[in-house]
């Protein structure tokens, strides 16, 4: 049975809140492509420079860290020894995804 604390599912529902909420989702994702739907080149203030990457790298991770320990010490306190390792592997490829995504972003503000 899927546990019904999916962590992915969080962060791309945050992620798509944080960068969505409260605009038109075709324009932001126009303007994050540089394209609009016609396929003319947008000049370059997009919506990036509005304040989405505002949280640094390491306030990203350190979230990630104290979300990912918080429930590890629930784990270890219920001693439940496949939740924690479950939690281990779970927390580092949440940790390499946001990396992945973190490197994505700084080349996209470097554009």
Known sequence: MPSPFNPRRLAFG?????IFEGRDPETVLERIAGIDRYGNILPSTSILSENLMSRSRDRILANLDEMYTEAFERAKAAGDQSQMASLDFA?????????????VR?????R
């Open 14 to 18: 945050a992620a798509k809140r944080f």
């Open 106 to 110: 700084d080349a996209l503000e470097r």
């Open 91 to 103: 927390y580092r490829r949440e940790q390499l995804y946001f990396e992945i995504l973190l490197d």
